[in-house]
């Protein structure tokens, strides 16, 4: 088996492919013949030993995983050998086959005209994140406004295709014609030139223009000091959901989240998913479901080989793709 290694903290160009002996597969798992893995940005994180956690060295980064299963181990009764499935693995995923709990993975259709291997690799984590924090967090309600700050990335473009599923006029803020257009697609009553114009002044224009003094709602991967700014486009009651610090973790003046009683709430789905399995596991389903009928779009992701991970992680991290990224073993 293929897979990549990250034998030391630092760049990610130091990342290596090695050949290696494969895994038992053990009670209770199964082996995946994986055909495509998500590239999130805090893979790089892991790598570069800026993650909060860092893993014994050396590992294979890569979370997100879609493959074939090839092997039962003892024990396993709900899966068999040609199943397609989705695996969550923590770390590990950046391989050509992986041995994983059976309990970790999620059948898929076997027809992929309907959900790609690139898109059933890549939308979970960025899509769940989104349901959680509108349905969970904020339980947003038709007819509500929302900016959505780097909405041409991943994170950003599964925002908007929530926020248009759940009925609420999603202003999109990307840097590039690209990416706008992305956002367009994915359902946005409009876009700002994030690169140009002022975010914050056009948000509340927009949202000006059906009668309120801001928007109830501003969806941050990005951090930094475009969180403070955008904090200030929030009308009465609006709520800064806290996604992600892309560019770093804002100062929050609290002055401005007193004012109109506005609210800042956090949304870490990966540690309430690990807390609130079976309620997860709802959510999942609601995903899945609306994905398959078509009401929700995950965008098909720039793939490359497993071989030029280091540049999928950098380009990633330079903001160079619209959408998602993919490694195709």
């Not at 990342?15 to 055909?35: N, Q, Y």
């Not at 074939?68 to 695996?87: H, L, P, S």
């Not at 038709?142 to 473009?157: C, I, K, P, Y």
């Not at 609130?276 to 080989?305: F, I």
Request: glycine share 12%; hydrophobic share 45%; aromatic share 4%.
């Amino acid at each position: 088996m293929r897979m990549v290694v990250c034998e030391e903290f630092g760049p990610v160009e130091r990342l290596r492919v090695v050949e290696r002996e494969s895994v038992p597969c053990g009670p209770g798992a199964v082996r995946i013949a994986v055909t495509a893995t998500g590239v999130n940005y805090v893979d790089g994180l892991f790598v570069k030993g800026e993650y909060q956690i860092k893993p014994p060295l050396p590992f294979t980064p890569g979370m997100e995983l879609v493959g074939r299963i090839t092997e039962i181990g003892e024990g396993v009764v709900d899966r068999a050998v040609g199943d397609r499935v989705f695996a969550n693995v923590g770390l590990g995923a950046y391989a050509s086959e992986v041995v994983a709990p059976s309990l970790a993975t999620l059948l898929l259709p076997a027809d992929t005209s309907t959900l790609s291997d690139g898109q059933a690799a890549t939308f979970m984590q960025s899509y769940l994140t989104g349901w959680f924090a509108l349905r969970e967090r904020v339980q947003a309600r038709e007819g509500q406004s929302m900016l959505v700050l780097g909405a041409g990335g991943g994170v950003g473009a599964a925002a908007v295709d929530i926020g248009a599923l759940l009925g609420l006029r999603v202003i999109a803020a990307a840097s590039t014609p690209e990416k706008r257009e992305l956002a367009l697609r994915q359902g946005a009553v409009a876009v700002i030139d994030s690169s140009t114009e002022d975010v914050k002044e056009r948000a509340k224009e927009i949202a000006g223009e059906s009668g309120a003094s801001g928007v109830d709602l501003v969806y941050d991967p990005i951090g930094g000091e475009q969180s403070a700014t955008c904090l200030r486009a929030l009308g009465d009651d609006g709520a800064l959901l806290v996604i992600g610090f892309v560019a770093g973790i804002p100062m929050l003046p609290a002055n401005q989240v007193l004012l109109r009683n506005r609210r800042v709430i956090g949304v870490d789905w990966g540690g309430w998913a690990l807390r609130n399995g079976a309620r997860n596991n709802e959510l999942t389903g609601e995903v899945l479901d609306h994905v398959l009928a078509g009401r929700l779009h995950p965008v098909e992701p720039a793939s490359y080989p497993l071989e030029r991970a280091a540049e999928a992680l950098a380009d990633l991290d330079a903001r160079k793709v619209a959408g998602k990224v993919a490694l195709r073993p």
